[in-house]
């Protein structure tokens, strides 16, 4: 099966993901059996962190942070603009108010200064975003945290695999979440993971992933098996045993993933190094990046073609190149429901009118890297490049 289009991004499914979820679908458990757990533990073991509570999706393991941290109505979580729309919903999900702090212009990452200004007495967490696979600057935005007393949420669903300072992504802030959608490094088809330091917490979420019922064995042992209780109001987050075989599988296959697309990353980087008006954001020296995206801005000045002329011609070329993201204090739902607009966020703002996501996936050929590169350069070259 291929699609017509070079997408942006796809899953790398091989034989061994599919024995293992076809053995999952033989065994008795399609759903919260031992590969559930399997697959907690050998997460925890990889990133090497304390709890992890595997969820049904990204967007999901973020509203478990939420309900973890007791956000509530009229609670206010500082959150980046360029970012998908959940990392901003999962506050509203909670009854609370996200609060949009602007991006650093080079490496479009939630800016600790920016941060520090939207803090008010009503400030109960920050959620970061490690924009495109490249991990916020933890230690900076803990300085500003830490001395308030401020959790800080990862959303770490574009940076599995990658490390900040030699620390792994997934010890670095208090909550950190992943989502295993099929463009991102490893894939259960929907699923997501909830990971932290805190017992309490992670205990906390694998109630609320399941109805808000206390699942203590032993009481249940004691009381008899058909007794459960629920404690508070939950969902249903479950992740299906069958999707964490795949998971399990994936999770082996995630350091080689990580750097094909550092590699294909590599080709870019120099490809676009001698043309001035495609300019790769910024990647801090203390960071090892995991290259979800494939980030570029185009000046239009400079290439004599606008944004969008280029990305319809690499669309029209089958190359299938994205803008990641309309910034969401944007969105008609924010504006109306909280009074966001244009001017709030310039840096993101000015940002969206420019950037451009090239497709990176491990799976991608040598020949299809070239081919993107050629694209570019055949649509800004008649105008502007300048070889340097
Ligand atoms: C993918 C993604 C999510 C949501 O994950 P799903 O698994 O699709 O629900 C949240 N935040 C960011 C930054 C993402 O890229």
């Given at each position: 099966?291929s699609?017509?289009?070079?997408?942006?991004?796809?899953?790398?499914?091989?034989?061994?993901d599919?024995?293992g979820?076809?053995?999952?679908l033989?065994?008795?458990?399609?759903?919260?059996?031992?590969?559930?757990?399997?697959?907690?533990?050998?997460?925890?073991?990889?990133?090497?962190?304390?709890h992890?509570?595997?969820?049904?999706?990204?967007?999901?393991?973020?509203?478990?942070?939420?309900?973890?941290?007791?956000?509530?109505?009229?609670?206010?979580?500082?959150?980046p603009?360029?970012?998908?729309?959940?990392?901003?919903?999962?506050?509203?999900?909670?009854?609370?108010?996200?609060?949009?702090?602007?991006?650093?212009?080079?490496?479009?990452?939630?800016?600790?200064?920016?941060?520090?200004?939207?803090?008010?007495?009503?400030?109960?967490?920050?959620?970061?975003?490690?924009?495109?696979?490249?991990?916020?600057?933890?230690?900076?935005?803990d300085?500003?945290?830490?001395?308030?007393?401020?959790?800080?949420?990862?959303?770490?669903?574009?940076?599995?695999?990658?490390?900040?300072?030699?620390?792994?992504?997934?010890?670095?802030?208090?909550?950190?979440?992943?989502?295993?959608?099929?463009?991102?490094?490893?894939?259960?088809?929907?699923?997501?993971?909830?990971?932290?330091?805190?017992s309490?917490?992670?205990?906390?979420?694998?109630?609320?992933?399941?109805?808000?019922i206390?699942?203590?064995f032993?009481?249940?042992?004691?009381?008899?098996?058909?007794?459960?209780e629920?404690?508070?109001?939950?969902?249903?987050?479950?992740?299906?045993?069958?999707?964490?075989a795949?998971?399990?599988s994936?999770?082996?296959?995630?350091?080689?993933?990580?750097?094909?697309?550092?590699?294909?990353?590599d080709?870019y980087?120099?490809?676009?190094?001698?043309?001035?008006?495609?300019s790769?954001?910024?990647?801090?020296?203390?960071?090892?990046?995991?290259?979800?995206l494939?980030?570029?801005?185009?000046?239009?000045?400079?290439?004599?073609?606008?944004r969008?002329?280029?990305?319809?011609?690499?669309?029209?070329?089958?190359i299938?190149?994205?803008?990641?993201?309309?910034?969401v204090?944007?969105h008609?739902?924010?504006?109306?429901?909280?009074?966001t607009?244009?001017?709030?966020?310039?840096?993101?703002?000015?940002?969206?009118?420019?950037?451009?996501?090239?497709?990176?996936?491990?799976?991608?050929?040598?020949?299809?890297?070239?081919?993107?590169?050629?694209a570019?350069?055949?649509?800004?070259?008649?105008?502007?490049s300048?070889?340097?």
């Amino acid at each position: 099966m291929s699609f017509p289009v070079l997408p942006y991004g796809r899953q790398s499914i091989d034989e061994t993901d599919i024995e293992g979820v076809v053995a999952a679908l033989k065994s008795d458990w399609l759903t919260t059996g031992p590969k559930v757990d399997a697959f907690e533990e050998k997460f925890v073991e990889l990133l090497g962190v304390d709890h992890a509570v595997a969820v049904s999706s990204g967007t999901a393991a973020l509203h478990c942070a939420m309900h973890a941290l007791g956000i509530g109505p009229g609670d206010e979580v500082i959150v980046p603009p360029l970012t998908f729309a959940a990392t901003a919903n999962c506050v509203v999900f909670q009854g609370g108010v996200p609060v949009f702090a602007d991006v650093d212009p080079k490496t479009l990452l939630l800016d600790p200064v920016q941060v520090d200004r939207k803090i008010s007495r009503k400030t109960k967490a920050i959620i970061a975003v490690d924009y495109a696979g490249q991990p916020c600057d933890y230690d900076a935005l803990d300085s500003i945290a830490k001395s308030k007393n401020i959790p800080i949420v990862a959303d770490a669903c574009h940076s599995l695999g990658a490390q900040y300072k030699d620390r792994t992504v997934g010890t670095l802030a208090d909550i950190s979440v992943f989502s295993f959608h099929p463009v991102k490094q490893i894939t259960t088809g929907e699923g997501g993971m909830v990971v932290t330091a805190n017992s309490e917490w992670a205990q906390r979420i694998r109630r609320f992933r399941n109805h808000g019922i206390s699942s203590d064995f032993k009481q249940r042992a004691h009381e008899g098996s058909w007794f459960y209780e629920m404690m508070e109001l939950g969902f249903n987050y479950r992740l299906t045993d069958f999707q964490s075989a795949l998971g399990i599988s994936q999770l082996g296959k995630l350091s080689g993933f990580v750097r094909k697309r550092q590699a294909i990353a590599d080709i870019y980087n120099q490809a676009f190094a001698s043309i001035q008006g495609v300019s790769p954001l910024e990647v801090r020296s203390d960071v090892a990046h995991a290259y979800h995206l494939y980030v570029t801005r185009i000046a239009s000045e400079a290439l004599g073609i606008t944004r969008e002329a280029l990305f319809a011609a690499l669309r029209a070329e089958g190359i299938g190149v994205n803008v990641h993201y309309i910034p969401v204090h944007l969105h008609p739902y924010y504006r109306q429901k909280f009074g966001t607009g244009r001017g709030l966020c310039p840096v993101a703002e000015e940002a969206y009118e420019r950037i451009l996501s090239l497709p990176v996936f491990p799976s991608m050929a040598v020949g299809e890297v070239d081919r993107v590169v050629s694209a570019v350069m055949k649509n800004v070259r008649p105008s502007g490049s300048m070889p340097r």
